[in-house]
C-alpha cells in the first residue's frame, strides 16, 4: 500500500495556525485515509521510516513543513533516496519584498538537496486551511493512482481557487 510520510517540525501552542501537516493529515482523517505517518524529531523519523518498512507500506510522497525544519530537512534529504518531496513553505509576501531574506533562504535550501521529484507548495497564517484542503485532495488522487501530476499541479489549484490566473 503506498503512503505519504508528514514532517512537521513545529509543535508549540504559538504558531499552531502554520501547523500545515498537521491540517493536511486531519482533512485525510477526516476523508478515511489512514495511516498517516507523522514525524516531528530526527528520532521520530527514524521510527516511522521503520515502522513503515515493518507494516510492508511504501512510502511514495514525504510532505514536510519547512517552518522551523531547517536541520530535519537536511535528514529527511538524506534518507529518503529518491522518494518525491512536497514542501510546505512559509510565504511571507511582504518580508520578501522588502529584505528578500527568507525567498533567498528557500532557494539556498533547495539548491542543496538532492535530485529528486520535488514541488513547493507556498501557504501562510491565513491560507493554510485552504492549502491543507487541497493538498489532502491532491494527495488523495496521487494515492489512487500514482500520478505525480496530481502533486504537480498544486500551485495552480491553488491560484485558480485564489481567483488568481495560473
Known amino acids: 500500500m503506498r503512503t505519504a510520510v508528514f514532517v512537521e517540525a513545529w509543535e508549540g501552542e504559538e504558531f ?7 491540517m493536511v493529515t486531519g482533512a485525510l482523517y477526516r476523508r478515511h485515509l489512514e495511516p498517516l505517518p507523522f514525524a516531528t524529531t530526527e528520532a521520530e ?33 538524506g534518507l529518503i533516496g ?16 522588502i529584505h528578500k531574506k527568507s525567498l533567498q533562504y528557500t532557494t539556498q535550501l533547495l539548491k542543496s ?15 493554510a486551511h485552504l ?3 487541497r493538498v489532502a ?4 488522487e496521487f494515492l489512487r493512482d500514482g500520478d505525480f501530476g496530481q ?8 491560484a485558480i481557487s485564489s481567483g488568481q490566473e495560473p
Do not use: W
Request: aromatic share 6%.
Open 82 to 97: 529518491d522518494t518525491p518531496l512536497l514542501l510546505m513553505h512559509r510565504e511571507l509576501f511582504s518580508y520578501n519584498l
Open 151 to 158: 502533486i504537480e499541479t498544486l500551485s495552480s489549484r491553488l
Open 45 to 77: 523519523l527514524h521510527q516511522v521510516i521503520a515502522a513503515v518498512r515493518r507494516k510492508a507500506l511504501s512510502p511514495v510522497l514525504y510532505v514536510v513543513n519547512t517552518f522551523s525544519a531547517e536541520e530535519l530537512l537536511k535528514i529527511v534529504d
Open 131 to 133: 492549502v491543507a484542503e
Open 113 to 127: 538537496l538532492r535530485p529528486r521529484l520535488t514541488v513547493l507548495c507556498g501557504y501562510g497564517s491565513q491560507t
Open 16 to 22: 499552531s495556525n502554520l501547523q500545515v501537516c498537521r
Open 137 to 140: 485532495q491532491a494527495l488523495l
